[in-house]
């Protein structure tokens, strides 16, 4: 799967689905302090699937109705990289076919898909 790892998200997560054969774009790594709209423009021209702890992307698609290729918002409360790594690929392992084009809000303990 191809993804952007915003770059709030870090770069241990983008690394991480690098590991796993993933088609990674880290902001963290090759764009530092863009804004969100050029990280959403970026995703959405090269097919990715964002990933990303910023609330703000939710205002982008739903109240701005920006396109995307699919939005995964991590809300967690522990926001270390090895939680967000082991929710990522909970999600990963239970979710992979249902991620495109979708707005997915993910915690610790429950999977949101909300239509956009």
Same mark, same amino acid.
């Given at each position: 799967?191809?993804?952007?790892?915003? /770059?709030?998200?870090?770069?241990?997560?983008?690394?991480?689905?690098?590991?796993?054969?993933?088609?990674?774009?880290?902001?963290?790594?090759?764009?530092?302090?863009?804004?969100?709209?050029? =990280?959403?423009?970026?995703?959405?021209?090269?097919?990715?699937?964002?990933?990303?702890?910023?609330?703000?992307?939710? /205002?982008? =698609?739903?109240? /701005?109705?920006?396109?995307?290729?699919?939005?995964?918002f991590?809300?967690?409360?522990?926001?270390?990289a090895?939680?967000?790594?082991? =929710?990522?690929?909970?999600?990963?392992?239970?979710?992979?076919?249902?991620?495109?084009n979708?707005?997915?809000? =993910?915690?610790?303990?429950?999977?949101?898909?909300?239509?956009?």
């Amino acid at each position: 799967m191809k993804f952007l790892v915003d /770059e709030c998200t870090g770069p241990a997560v983008a690394r991480w689905l690098e590991e796993q054969g993933h088609d990674v774009f880290s902001v963290y790594d090759w764009a530092r302090g863009i804004d969100d709209d050029r =990280v959403i423009e970026i995703a959405q021209v090269e097919g990715r699937i964002l990933i990303t702890n910023d609330r703000g992307f939710g /205002e982008k =698609v739903f109240r /701005e109705r920006r396109p995307h290729h699919g939005v995964v918002f991590l809300r967690l409360a522990n926001e270390r990289a090895a939680n967000k790594i082991r =929710v990522l690929g909970q999600l990963l392992d239970q979710h992979s076919s249902a991620l495109a084009n979708r707005f997915v809000a =993910v915690t610790e303990t429950r999977v949101r898909f909300a239509s956009s």
